[in-house]
């Protein structure tokens, strides 16, 4: 009897314990998933039970890529137990798209893009009209907008398109008066911001027939407006020009082309000990004096510029070689001083005629030019001479240099390695210009404006 009763305990425990051991202790709700592209996806989510443990024990194996479609495997791991799952990540679903109706002129051209608010999707999309649309018809028309993805997923959207014949001219903002200063380069035109209920950017163009920029007063100009659709309107303007102290002050611009070179540093102490600003013009050439370039600036003289190659037969064959070429010197310049510069003085000044070789009319088309970008350039109407060779004698030098003729000196020297007697006579021509009680300063882009007449 009591051999009986333990057999069948011993049984007992056997099968509880086979039933343990045979058990799976690790159990999956899905052995395959489909994701849909872009949504959250944790793999943890797909495990059922966990004997003798919990979800955190288990080890996943394999990537998910959410933003690519395809077939993934990815193995749950836990103790000596592992299983595969197929997970399929799949765009489904349209783009979210949202659009809003649009009026819009006859001259605006009208893209499926144009009646777009927000839209987004998982993958790649396009937006497009459903049905071409006759978009030179004026009034209202409905359109269906559809964004649709590359695996065919879409959207549809209705909007309202009303094409309008724009009959109302631009409006002027209230302008008490417009406030520029003596000598000004910059467009007048860009202070007065236009409005027009259908044109974007409408125009305005104004007439300074009256306007005497170099003496300050008041005057009247007009102004006028105009939509893409013809419509114009004319506004009288009153314009203040304001004194520019360069303008009223005998001032000599001391200015240095074709450096820096090995003369840079010695030039710089003379100016220094002086406590006189002057204005570099600086060129690429030289890479082994670049220093120097800092040096001028952080003594607060104007670096403006020359060339990056002075190559005449290069930057003057056409305007784009020509911005090429100063973007470079440019660079090179905001690189050394972390400011990039807005003056400049065009190799052999604007009045050159060998620009004429390599293309002809060029230098009336880079002088418009190099305004409109935003820029100033500067010519000279006193040279020192040094240009004539490279051991013009001091004296000669300091002779051409020295001229009361002018309330406002733009002085044209070279800083080139040959050019030592420019170093030489530096000293006794300050010396001179300050006994006449001039001021020194550094060219800025509102300074005293030198210009040549073009030849070419
Ligand atoms: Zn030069």
Redesign the pocket.
Known sequence: MKRKLYGIVVATVYILFGVYFYRDPMILKNTSLTVEMGSHFDPYDNIQNIVFGTKKDVDIKGEVDLKKPGDYVITYVFKDKSKSVNVAVRDTQGPHLEVADKKFDLNTKIRPECFVTKVSDASEFEVSFEKKPDLDRVGEQKLKIVAKDIYGNSTEKDVVLNRIQDKKPPVFPKIDKLKVMQGTSEDISSQIKVKDDLDPEPKVKIDTSSLDIFTPGLYTITAKASDRSGNDKDQSLEVEVVPNPEYSEKVVYLTF??GPSENTKEVLDILKKHKVKATF?V?GHDENHREYIKEAYDQGHAIGL??YT?DYAKIYSSTDAYFADLDAVNDMVEEITGQRSDIL?F??GSSNRVSANYNKGIMSQLTDRVIKEGYQYFDWNVSSGDAEGNDVPKDRIIELSCTDAYDHVNLLF?DSSPKDSTVAALDTIIQYYKDKGYKFYPLTKDSYICHHSTVN
């Open positions: 082309d074709d013009f060129t020359h060339s002075h003085r190799p052999g070279h």
